[in-house]
């Protein structure tokens, strides 16, 4: 039998300036805590990209190294089902809610977004909702990017990648083990920046209309490179939750 209750949001729910975090206030004692962050992956890699998740760095093809990412997050919802142990066919359901906004440096790894009291158990379907919301952007992009575009002939050009509209995406994770040993445990949302680039032939970077110079990419500028671009942001992203090192 499956017993699913959610926690009340009153009790998981933490709020969050442009500066800060504030933890879960509940006694931890004899638990483990959960921590969130997000970071961009493969800031450099040739062209065209694959689409079968195999990650190369930029040689001697067309090719793009971002300096700059950047996203608006608003709200961070984790869903898990908690089971006490393997044979435990009974589950709760899990569902913590991080409130911002907050400006993440993607290419950051230590920015943390919120932290959570862990119960030990045995996590399930674990999935990991992202919504950055263009009201809390204050009229900056949403998605930002960064960086240089070198084509065949070895010839350099700036690019950027803006997005003003809202961004929502999410991750899922299989089955994830936590002992009550006061550890802490990092859920990290990986985006993988050269699968953004996934269907994307390099000669259309090429033909590219230049602002000041550069390659913008967004909804008024090389409009089709973008909504290309926003349906490889869209997709399900990668997930990796590790026990944090030097906690034990």
Known sequence: MKMKVIIPAVLITVTAGFTGCQKDTRSNSGNSTLEFQMQAMNRSYSLPVSANGS?????SSAAITWDTARMVVSRLKYEAELKKNISNHDSIKIAYEWNGPQIIDLLDPSTVLGSYTLLPGYYDEIELNVQGLKKDAAGNPVFYLNGMYTNPANTSVPIMFKVYEDVMFKTEKDSVEVTADNSIFTSTIL??????????????????????????????????????????????????????????
């Open 55 to 59: 990650k190369s760095v930029a040689v």
């Open 191 to 248: 985006l993988y920046l050269d699968q953004l680039l996934v269907g994307i032939d390099p000669l259309v970077l090429d033909h590219a209309t230049l602002t000041n110079g550069a390659i913008v990419i967004s909804a008024n500028s090389n409009a089709g490179l973008y909504h290309l671009i926003m349906q490889n942001l869209h997709k399900d992203h990668h997930c990796r939750h590790n026990h944090k090192p030097g906690y034990n």
